[in-house]
């Protein structure tokens, strides 16, 4: 059974800059693929950011392509969602997910395990 667990979420001002943490157990981690997805309050969880098993391919959401950066250590069973220049609109619950199979990894249908989220609070 894989666990996930994030944390590194917190409360800043606009601008800011966070790095959420994602520890997994289990030994699938280094062939899994990681997503992060965010759940704002009254909207629908959204996809945020995905790399590959390897770590050589990383996707992410227009809303914050230049800003954020994932990245995974395989080694430590380690995800990291790099959070700059952080908006009030980036204001959530973020989730880790992963999954071993391919598919669409924007959507969250193709995650197996998921993480119980950190909430990141960005005031004006």
């Known amino acids: 059974q894989v666990q996930l667990v994030e944390s590194g979420g917190g409360l800043v001002q606009a601008g800011a800059s966070l790095r959420l943490s994602c520890a997994a157990s289990?030994?699938?981690?280094?062939?899994?693929?990681m997503g992060w997805f965010r759940q704002a309050p009254g909207k629908a969880r959204e996809f945020v950011a995905a790399?590959?098993?390897?770590?050589?391919?990383?996707f992410y959401a227009d809303s914050v392509k230049g800003r954020f950066t994932i990245s995974k250590d395989n080694a430590k069973s380690m995800g990291f969602l790099q959070m700059n220049s952080l908006k009030p609109e980036d204001t959530a619950i973020y989730y880790c997910a992963i999954t071993g199979r391919g598919g669409v990894f924007r959507s969250s249908d193709l995650y197996d395990y998921w993480g119980q989220g950190t909430q990141v609070t960005v005031s004006s």
């Open positions: 289990g030994r699938t981690f280094s062939t899994a693929f």
């Open positions: 790399i590959g098993w390897s770590g050589a391919s990383t």
